[in-house]
């Protein structure tokens, strides 16, 4: 059996940190972000949440831009958890192109023991936000995040796995 959802408050008679607690996403701009990433009109395609403090479960927007993942890359860092979501622009063929969007967990190789373990039950809130993907890559190192192999699980997914010889 699963417990209450992470907004459901249980009435008890002193309120105390549970550990283990949900994400707190709650700021707009991280909203505001995920709509400019999903804008056709927008060159933004994609954004970046990092946790306010080592002890903190309240995520921010640390950056957003329009550089794809090559920029996107580039603001991860070893000692941090982040949760990222991208715009990928691929092509099948000579006439067409796709967007498909991407939802990645990110866990540096210096994350703390603790903060890694709430990852899995503090992702949930945050698709809860960033929820429309195609598929999820999880990440260590930037090198888990290469274009290519990522375009061709998105090719896969989406049904459209042509094969260009």
Known sequence: MVGPPCSTR???????KVPGSCADVSSPDIATAYED????KSETNWLLLDYEGDKSDKLSLT?????????LKTKFADERASFAYARITYSNDKESTRDKFIFITYIGSGV?????AKISVHKS???????????????????DLAEAPIVTRLRKAGGASYDRA
């Open 10 to 16: 249980i009435p008890i008679t002193r309120q105390r």
């Open 125 to 143: 809130e945050v698709q809860k936000v960033l929820r429309a993907f195609s598929i999820e890559v999880p990440a260590s190192s930037t090198e």
């Open 112 to 116: 703390k023991v603790m903060r890694k």
């Open 63 to 71: 950056s957003t831009g329009f550089g794809g993942l090559d920029e």
């Open 37 to 40: 990433v999903r804008n056709d």
